[in-house]
């Protein structure tokens, strides 16, 4: 299976922008509980830097979301004949 990394990012990167505006957080916020700026908050959301594992972990946690969550909403786009255009990197998720 291959997985378009760039894809990949963003849809990830929207489901956690949709996320945050749902518990009413805003970018700073975020990345005040992740002791990362809020600019690193928006190139997540925006799919422009990857997330490590432990990253979009600590996200889903402060989210209040699992990571059946994430991939009932992300994955759902790719289980419909879209994954032959993704690749995929052993080190990150995205």
């Known amino acids: 299976m291959n997985i378009n990394n760039d894809s990949l990012r963003k849809d990830i990167g929207n489901f956690i922008k949709n996320a945050r505006k749902d518990k009413s957080l805003t970018g700073t916020q975020l990345g005040g509980l992740l002791n990362v700026s809020q600019q690193q908050i928006s190139r997540y959301e925006r799919g422009k830097t990857s997330l490590s ?15 059946s969550d994430l991939f ?23």
Do not use: F
């Open 72 to 94: 009932q909403k992300v994955m759902v786009n790719y289980s419909n004949g879209k994954t032959d255009e993704y690749s995929i990197n052993n080190d990150l998720i995205i």
């Open 53 to 67: 594992i432990d990253s979009l972990s600590a996200i889903l946690t402060i989210l209040e979301k699992d990571w």
